[in-house]
């Protein structure tokens, strides 16, 4: 009773972690990012009950694809190389694992993928999620991904191709590889997105020394997790300090002091992807560590957000 | 962490689908844990340990049979050891085994035997020219042989050998085998499943926990890294015997 009643009073007085992102309202910040955890609707439903904000599934296509022969990951110094391929049942056959993770409370957010403006227009009017995650930037996978999303007139007639069929909010996810992904972000907002994601993996490679072979199956793929943070704060930055509409911070995230550090670049929200490889308790953690750091601070959400523009 | 080369030992043909491959290096697994085995240039699949420093493969694809075209002095990558592995409890244990899913076991049995447990073993192949490690299991304590065909042993499913053990008297069982026949073993003793602890089958990709292949309903359980050993009471609640997902993530069926 003792221990229920100071967690009551713990709750009462915590700052609200609660905010409104790209035209979701999200009880928190944190997102179960695209391609992590995302293949069932049960693994999506744990993200949320763990305490995720809002869950992105795995990327979903017109047809089932099987992705990439093995090794699909490499774990290298301070981040993950991986190269899966976008494997996926279908959209069509997704709908009902879209159906669990609902059950999981928080918004659930379908990433989709196509080679053209009019098969994402098809797969996004096809689906019911509470919001859309137009993958322009995979780093890995032939004809898809960053292959249209480098090309700013391409990212704009993508994102206005789904926003004339969709109903709810449409992110648009950016590639970090390019020469200026602003560029991109503002392609996106001519569009109409409702906000950007940034950033999908950086495009790179390891190579076995025994033998020579490339280790990935695909023999490129995505680099994530620390190695890409400091990466994904500045794209964050240049994005929020020249957009209207609102950047989703990705890459790296692990703890609350990094999505502290995003949110102060300009991120409304955070997700977090490879971070995933410590357990679903992730999500508890950051929320708590973010909590305590506004308390300690007598500060909000609202007052960090963009503090670094500020600052300079 | 990146694969690690071995050089593979030796190489010893059980029966002409399934060979032993010990490797090299000091992976030191736990029974029950597996590694993912990089075929260079083929594919990178999971394995469970038949030994300290053995795995012993059924080929049946791409990966596999490209595995059958490697000897002794040819290397592959390995990750691993993975996955939690069994877990010994009590002392005195039965293990039930199907096809090469009797690796492990045998694995489990040696360190159980090593550590003072009673061992007996229920053990089913499809034929006689496919029974592998009979004499590992009989090594170990009473081994009871099923053949579906009747060749040698005891006529039908692995399950036919069931009536030959009071699982009443046994502190645990492990499980291990094609998932139909795992399935029927835990559906014909679902008031011991609280102490059966089984090896399942997923398909796995990252084997890190991150990328969702393996996962399992209603609860998401990570295969890979919650598993390959899951407790019985756990699976008659699943998708275990249902279905289960293959390479795109579609629901397939879990023959095999
Ligand atoms: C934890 C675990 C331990 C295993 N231990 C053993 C073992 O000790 N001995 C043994 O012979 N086999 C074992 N397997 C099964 C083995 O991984 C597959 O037989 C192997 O991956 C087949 O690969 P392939 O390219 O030869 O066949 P494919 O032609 O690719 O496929 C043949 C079958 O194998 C399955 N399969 C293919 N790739 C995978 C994968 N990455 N993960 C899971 N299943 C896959 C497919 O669903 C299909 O049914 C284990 C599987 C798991 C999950
Ligand atoms: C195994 C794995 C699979 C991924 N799959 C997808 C995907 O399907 N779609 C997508 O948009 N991004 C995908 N990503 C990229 C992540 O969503 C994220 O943008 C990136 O990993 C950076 O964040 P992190 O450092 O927190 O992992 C994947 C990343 C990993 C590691
Ligand atoms: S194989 Fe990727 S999460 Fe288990």
Known sequence: ????????????????????????????????????????????????????????????????????????????????????????????EFQQEIDTAKEGGVPVIASIFGSSPEEFGRIASGLQADALELNLSCPHAEKYGAELGRYPDLVEAVTGAVKARAHVPVWVKLTPNTADIVELGLAAQRGGADAVVAINTLKAMAIDIESGYPILGNRFGGLSGPAVKPVAVRCVYELASALEIAVIGVGGVSRWEDAAEMIMAGASAVQVGTAMTKGYGVFGEINEGLSRYLERKSLNLEDIKGLSARRS | ?????????????????????????????????????????????PMSFSGPDTITVHAVGEATQALFQLGAGSSIGLRGPLGNGFVLRGDRVLLIGGGVGTAPLAFLGEQARAAGAAVDSLIGFRSSGDVIFQSRFEGLGRAVLTTDDGSAGIAGRVSAG???????????????????MM?????????????????VNRYFKCAIGVCGSCCMDPDGIRACVEGPVIMADRLLESEFGRYRRGAAGSRG???G
């Open chain 1, 1 to 92: 009773m003792l221990i229920l009643l100071s967690l009551f009073s713990i709750c009462s007085i915590m700052p609200s972690l609660s905010v409104h992102a790209g035209g979701l309202d999200l009880k928190n910040p944190v997102i179960l990012a695209a391609g992590i955890l995302g293949t069932t609707g049960a693994s999506l439903r744990r993200a949320a009950q763990e305490g995720a904000g809002a869950v992105v599934t795995k990327s979903l296509g017109s047809a089932p694809r099987e992705g990439h022969h093995g090794p699909t990951v490499v774990q290298v110094d301070c981040g993950l190389l991986n190269a899966m391929g976008l494997p996926n049942p279908s959209y069509r």
């Open chain 2, 253 to 255: 069926s879990c023959r």
């Open chain 2, 183 to 199: 399935w029927d073993i835990i559906s014909r003793t679902r008031e011991h499943a609280s102490k059966i602890q089984a090896s």
């Open chain 2, 162 to 180: 069931l009536s030959e053990f009071d699982l009443k008297g046994y502190s645990q069982v492990y499980l291990c085998g094609p998932e139909l």
């Open chain 2, 1 to 45: 962490m990146r694969p690690i080369n071995s050089v593979i030992q030796e190489v010893r043909s059980e029966t002409p689908q399934i060979r032993t491959f010990r490797l090299e290096g000091d992976l030191d697994p736990a029974p029950g844990q597996y590694v993912m085995v990089w075929v260079r240039g083929v594919d990178e699949v």
